[in-house]
């Protein structure tokens, strides 16, 4: 009998220990990627360009804010943006040239606009003639439109 409660012993601290040496190891994992995580978001963001159909640049949102998509009927939709490139940009899960998501919205009579995180439109933010728009790492900056 006590040989066998020793060899139960032996058994359920082994699994014991293996639990405690895998939640060890997945608790770094998860340490190392939340501190890749913050890391990421103290570096600066890349811009997305935003053009009219005549390529003409409208505003810039850095990568990962959020657009507003309004139909003629009232339909208003918010959509996530992402960076890809310089000419692209996903836009709610769908990568976009650019320029065809400025002709697409304008066929389909969609405007589109810049929003702050809270979901308000962002007040006449476009760029100036003289002022470029790089898509780099760069932090956004608009200047308000008048008039």
């Known amino acids: 009998m006590f040989l066998v409660g020793l060899a139960v012993g032996v058994i359920v601290g082994g699994v014991m220990g293996i639990v405690i040496v895998s939640l060890a190891v997945a608790g770094k994992k998860e340490d190392e990627q939340l501190a890749a995580w913050f890391e990421k978001e ?28 309004a139909a003629e009927n009232g339909d208003q939709q918010v959509c996530i943006c992402h960076y890809v490139d310089a000419a ?18 304008k066929q389909r009579g969609i405007t589109y ?16 003639e003289e002022e470029p728009c790089d898509p780099g ?11």
């Open 88 to 105: 692209h940009v996903q836009i709610h899960g769908e990568v976009w040239e650019l320029l065809r998501f400025a002709k697409e919205m």
């Open 137 to 147: 790492p760069v932090k956004c900056q608009g200047t308000a439109l008048s008039g």
């Open 42 to 69: 103290g570096e600066d963001k890349r811009c997305i360009c935003f053009l009219d159909e005549q390529e003409k640049q409208l505003f810039s949102i850095p990568d990962g804010d959020c657009i507003g998509l």
């Open 113 to 128: 606009y810049p929003l702050l995180k809270s979901g308000t439109k962002k007040e006449g933010i476009f760029y100036e």
